[in-house]
């Protein structure tokens, strides 16, 4: 069975930094697409950054340059790492495995 879970989050002040973490279980995390998407109050669930098997990377406009995907094949943990973070980078942020699996999600508030 395949889990993922997710650690990292918490309130940081506009400027700061965080890294999220997702621990993957019963998979190899550099076997799949993995990504990151996060999901504010009254708003859908969007794509925040996405590692292809091969380290290709993706990420939305509003985090290039701010967010970097990694993940480190020894631990099976995919990261992000967040700089600069703004009050709109504010929500539930999920780990994502190929099409369907889902971690439980960790908070980030930003404040201004």
């Known amino acids: 069975q395949v889990q993922l879970v997710e650690s990292g989050g918490g309130l940081v002040q506009a400027g700061g930094s965080l890294r999220l973490s997702c621990t993957v279980s019963?998979?190899?995390?550099?076997?799949?697409?993995m990504g990151w998407h996060r999901q504010a109050p009254g708003k859908q669930r969007e794509l925040v950054a996405a590692?292809?098997?091969?380290?290709?990377?993706h990420y939305t406009d509003s985090v290039t340059g701010r967010f970097t995907i990694s993940r480190d094949n020894s631990k099976n943990t995919l990261y992000l790492q967040m700089k600069n973070l703004k009050p709109e980078d504010s929500g539930i942020y999920y780990c994502?495995?190929?099409?369907?699996?889902w971690g439980q999600g960790t908070q980030v508030t930003v404040s201004s």
């Open positions: 994502k495995k190929g099409l369907s699996t």
């Open positions: 019963g998979s190899a995390v550099s076997a799949y697409a």
């Open positions: 590692l292809a098997p091969t380290g290709r990377t």
